[in-house]
Protein backbone atom coordinates (compact mmCIF):
# COMPACT_ATOMS: atom_id res chain seq x y z
CA UNK A 1 0.00 0.00 0.00
CA UNK A 2 1.63 3.29 -0.92
CA UNK A 3 2.17 6.09 1.76
CA UNK A 4 -0.99 8.70 1.76
CA UNK A 5 -0.14 12.06 1.38
CA UNK A 6 -1.90 14.95 4.22
CA UNK A 7 -3.67 16.02 1.41
CA UNK A 8 -4.94 12.54 1.26
CA UNK A 9 -6.40 12.78 4.30
CA UNK A 10 -9.93 13.67 5.07
CA UNK A 11 -10.29 16.81 6.78
CA UNK A 12 -10.92 17.28 10.92
CA UNK A 13 -7.94 14.69 10.91
CA UNK A 14 -5.74 16.00 15.04
CA UNK A 15 -2.64 14.19 14.33
CA UNK A 16 -0.89 11.17 13.18
CA UNK A 17 1.45 8.72 15.61
CA UNK A 18 3.31 7.21 12.78
CA UNK A 19 5.14 3.68 14.61
CA UNK A 20 8.06 1.57 12.89
CA UNK A 21 9.67 -1.52 13.51
CA UNK A 22 12.41 -2.78 12.32
CA UNK A 23 15.35 -1.22 10.97
CA UNK A 24 13.94 0.37 8.10
CA UNK A 25 13.11 4.22 8.08
CA UNK A 26 9.41 3.06 7.85
CA UNK A 27 7.03 6.20 8.26
CA UNK A 28 9.74 8.94 7.63
CA UNK A 29 8.64 9.93 4.01
CA UNK A 30 4.83 9.68 5.22
CA UNK A 31 3.36 13.30 4.49
CA UNK A 32 0.72 14.70 7.29
CA UNK A 33 0.79 17.70 6.25
CA UNK A 34 0.69 20.75 8.62
CA UNK A 35 -1.00 17.92 11.21
CA UNK A 36 0.85 16.82 14.82
CA UNK A 37 3.09 14.04 14.36
CA UNK A 38 4.50 11.69 17.50
CA UNK A 39 7.13 8.77 15.89
CA UNK A 40 7.65 6.13 17.72
CA UNK A 41 10.01 3.66 16.99
CA UNK A 42 10.73 0.33 17.91
CA UNK A 43 12.87 -2.66 17.33
CA UNK A 44 10.11 -5.15 16.76
CA UNK A 45 6.55 -6.07 18.34
CA UNK A 46 6.95 -7.12 21.51
CA UNK A 47 4.46 -7.58 24.12
CA UNK A 48 6.84 -4.51 26.00
CA UNK A 49 6.47 -2.48 22.51
CA UNK A 50 3.02 -3.61 22.15
CA UNK A 51 2.22 -2.25 25.63
CA UNK A 52 3.51 0.94 25.12
CA UNK A 53 1.83 1.31 21.30
CA UNK A 54 -1.75 0.83 23.51
CA UNK A 55 -0.24 3.25 26.53
CA UNK A 56 0.47 6.61 23.45
CA UNK A 57 -2.85 5.15 21.95
CA UNK A 58 -4.97 5.49 25.02
CA UNK A 59 -4.18 8.59 25.70
CA UNK A 60 -4.34 10.67 22.18
CA UNK A 61 -7.50 12.30 21.72
CA UNK A 62 -10.08 11.65 18.96
CA UNK A 63 -9.69 11.98 15.52
CA UNK A 64 -5.71 10.58 15.23
CA UNK A 65 -4.88 8.70 12.66
CA UNK A 66 -2.06 5.65 13.22
CA UNK A 67 0.30 4.93 10.64
CA UNK A 68 2.43 1.47 11.15
CA UNK A 69 5.71 0.34 9.04
CA UNK A 70 7.93 -2.43 9.45
CA UNK A 71 7.42 -6.04 8.68
CA UNK A 72 4.53 -7.66 8.38
CA UNK A 73 4.13 -9.85 11.26
CA UNK A 74 4.80 -6.51 13.54
CA UNK A 75 2.99 -4.10 11.55
CA UNK A 76 -0.41 -6.60 12.10
CA UNK A 77 0.46 -7.22 15.41
CA UNK A 78 0.13 -3.37 16.11
CA UNK A 79 -2.95 -3.03 13.85
CA UNK A 80 -4.67 -5.76 16.27
CA UNK A 81 -3.98 -3.56 19.25
CA UNK A 82 -5.59 -0.49 17.45
CA UNK A 83 -8.42 -2.24 16.65
CA UNK A 84 -8.53 -3.37 20.20
CA UNK A 85 -7.89 0.61 21.46
CA UNK A 86 -11.24 1.56 18.98
CA UNK A 87 -9.40 2.08 15.72
CA UNK A 88 -11.35 1.99 12.91
CA UNK A 89 -9.89 0.65 9.32
CA UNK A 90 -10.20 4.26 7.97
CA UNK A 91 -8.12 5.19 11.01
CA UNK A 92 -5.01 3.36 10.29
CA UNK A 93 -2.61 3.53 7.62
CA UNK A 94 -0.34 0.06 7.10
CA UNK A 95 2.85 -0.23 5.25
CA UNK A 96 4.60 -3.53 5.07
CA UNK A 97 5.97 -5.92 2.81
CA UNK A 98 3.90 -8.69 2.54
CA UNK A 99 6.96 -11.15 1.25
CA UNK A 100 7.88 -11.58 4.93
CA UNK A 101 6.73 -14.24 7.39
CA UNK A 102 3.07 -14.62 8.50
CA UNK A 103 1.42 -14.87 11.53
CA UNK A 104 -1.00 -17.96 11.55
CA UNK A 105 -4.24 -18.72 14.03
CA UNK A 106 -4.71 -21.75 14.62
CA UNK A 107 -8.78 -22.19 15.44
CA UNK A 108 -8.08 -25.30 17.12
CA UNK A 109 -6.11 -23.82 20.53
CA UNK A 110 -6.09 -20.49 19.35
CA UNK A 111 -2.65 -20.20 19.50
CA UNK A 112 -0.21 -18.37 16.77
CA UNK A 113 2.60 -19.75 14.86
CA UNK A 114 4.82 -17.76 12.72
CA UNK A 115 4.72 -19.05 8.79
CA UNK A 116 8.66 -18.11 7.62
CA UNK A 117 7.89 -19.68 4.46
CA UNK A 118 4.65 -17.99 3.36
CA UNK A 119 2.32 -20.17 1.37
CA UNK A 120 3.53 -23.16 2.92
CA UNK A 121 1.92 -25.44 5.54
CA UNK A 122 2.99 -25.23 9.11
CA UNK A 123 2.63 -27.21 12.22
CA UNK A 124 0.73 -25.09 14.97
CA UNK A 125 3.23 -24.26 17.60
CA UNK A 126 0.41 -25.16 20.67
CA UNK A 127 -1.36 -28.19 19.72
CA UNK A 128 0.61 -29.34 16.97
CA UNK A 129 -1.94 -30.32 14.11
CA UNK A 130 -0.58 -29.30 10.93
CA UNK A 131 -2.21 -25.92 9.57
CA UNK A 132 -2.88 -24.70 6.00
CA UNK A 133 -3.17 -20.67 5.74
CA UNK A 134 -5.54 -18.42 3.97
CA UNK A 135 -5.83 -14.98 2.82
CA UNK A 136 -8.11 -14.26 5.29
CA UNK A 137 -6.24 -11.71 7.80
CA UNK A 138 -7.92 -10.91 10.94
CA UNK A 139 -7.17 -7.44 11.79
CA UNK A 140 -8.30 -8.61 15.48
CA UNK A 141 -6.41 -11.41 16.09
CA UNK A 142 -3.69 -9.50 14.01
CA UNK A 143 -2.83 -13.39 11.97
CA UNK A 144 -3.85 -15.13 9.11
CA UNK A 145 -6.39 -18.06 9.60
CA UNK A 146 -5.48 -21.36 9.50
CA UNK A 147 -6.97 -24.91 9.26
CA UNK A 148 -6.47 -28.19 9.75
CA UNK A 149 -4.45 -28.88 6.44
CA UNK A 150 -5.39 -32.57 5.80
CA UNK A 151 -8.82 -32.63 8.18
CA UNK A 152 -10.72 -34.35 5.09
CA UNK A 153 -8.51 -37.49 4.45
CA UNK A 154 -9.42 -40.42 5.72
CA UNK A 155 -7.31 -41.85 9.14
Request: proline share 6%.
Amino acid sequence: MPPATGAGLEPGFRGVICASFGATGGTAEHDTGSQPRHDLRFHSATPQTLSGLRNVLGTSQVGVRLVLAGPPADVRAAAAVAADCGLLDEEVTLLSDDTGPRVIYCPHCHATTVDRLAGSEVECQGCATVLATTEHFSRRKGAYLGYAAHAEEAS
